[in-house]
């Protein structure tokens, strides 16, 4: 089956052409980086005029490194849900007016669950159950994978994001948006022992997170330094931070392994792009002998490819969308949208 995908959940434009859930033939992806960089964070008024104005072009150069036609294909998938609804709702209009003319049905994907789908791009072996660390820019969750559309989410942040939480940090030391990468190059020539951070302690869940304590403390440190006029090495701070976050996304996820019994851990989102993390990560599994699953660097940011992928299993499990599909920014990944085989009109207007 030959899917057309679409992803704007954010700020990037991206379209792709994926074969049976496992194969891109093409990953087109804009990025407005540059243009929110000004702002230090994405302006969502802009990111949704950006996505009108790249996507019709974004899609065409996917079909056309595919080398195929609209009609060549046999359904489009869109992201739905989370997201920011202005950017969401350009994806979705666009692919409802090329399912529409196509003929083909429309699927509506989670960006979540296809951040976890970019491992089945990656790795032609894995198939679910699994245990699964999604961290991106806006989510931090420990989530069962128990089928391909089938998840429980075990833990997740209780304010801010894994990446927000990098981001900010960067930003403080100086660094441009989205400053994560930035953090992680940097750190390479750090010392990550140079700086201490707290390991955060909540009550209640053991797989929940929270960042904001570390965070503050990063604030804490870099304002005492300052008042004290005294020198430091940012790439120490950087590789420090790093670390900290990198170790206790791992021992929650890890702890979870051990108490649900999973053997297979797949890391997904655009964190785990992260080379302290996915160091951190692949020691911990091999000690632990555990299965490790990383999603290629390309399939770890937003990106369609991985839409395509998750669009796939969506499909074969019936939950392609109605023309009446609206953009869900706060729907959870284990939630079944609205729009799907659980209601009546959900074929009636293929
Ligand atoms: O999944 P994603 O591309 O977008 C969302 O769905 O949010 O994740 C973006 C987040 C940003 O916070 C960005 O700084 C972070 O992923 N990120 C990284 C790295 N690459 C991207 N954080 C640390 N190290 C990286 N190499
Ligand atoms: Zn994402």
Same mark, same amino acid.
């Given at each position: 089956?030959?899917? &057309?995908? &679409?992803e704007s959940s954010c700020d990037e434009t991206a379209a792709a052409v994926v074969i049976d859930g496992r194969a891109a033939l093409s990953s087109v992806v804009a990025s407005q980086v540059e243009a929110h960089k000004l702002y230090g964070g994405v302006v969502p008024e802009i990111a949704s005029r950006m996505h009108v104005e790249?996507?019709?072009?974004?899609?065409?150069?996917a079909l056309q490194q595919a080398n195929l036609a609209l009609q060549d294909i046999d359904a489009v998938a869109v992201t739905h849900a989370p997201g920011l609804v202005g950017a969401l709702l350009v994806g979705i209009n666009f692919a409802k007016g090329l399912a529409y003319a196509a003929g083909k049905p429309l699927v509506a994907v989670h960006h979540l669950r296809s951040h976890v789908a970019a491992n089945y791009l990656t790795h032609p072996d894995l198939v679910p159950p699994f245990l699964a660390l999604v961290?991106?820019?806006?989510?931090t969750h420990i989530a069962q994978v128990t089928d391909y559309?089938?998840?429980r989410v075990l833990g997740r942040t209780r304010d801010d994001a894994a990446g927000e939480a990098l981001d900010k940090t960067a930003r403080m030391l100086g660094l441009p948006y989205p400053g994560g990468p930035h953090l992680d190059q940097l750190g390479q020539s750090g010392d990550p022992k140079a700086f201490k951070f707290p390991k955060p302690k909540l009550?209640?869940?053991?797989?929940?997170f929270s960042f904001s304590g570390l965070k503050t403390a990063a604030l804490t440190q870099l304002n005492q330094l300052s008042i004290q006029h005294s020198a430091f090495s940012i790439e120490d701070f950087a590789a420090s931070f790093q670390r900290a976050v990198a170790e206790y996304l791992c021992a929650n996820t890890l702890r979870a392994a051990r108490e649900y019994g999973h053997t297979k851990i797949v890391l997904a989102g655009g964190v785990c792009a992260n080379s302290v993390l996915r160091a951190e990560i692949s020691q911990r599994c091999r000690e632990q002998g555990l299965d490790l699953y990383l999603p290629d660097l390309r399939y770890c940011g937003d990106n369609a490819a991985m839409v395509g992928a998750q669009g796939y299993?969506?499909?074969l499990a019936g939950n392609a969308a109605g023309f009446d599909l609206n953009a869900l920014p706060g729907l959870g990944m284990e939630s079944v949208h609205p729009a799907t085989k659980r209601t009546s009109w959900a074929w009636a207007s293929m």
């Open positions: 089956m030959t899917i &057309l995908a &679409l790249a996507i019709s072009g974004v899609t065409e150069e961290v991106s820019g806006g989510h559309t089938a998840f009550s209640g869940n053991p797989y929940d299993y969506e499909y």
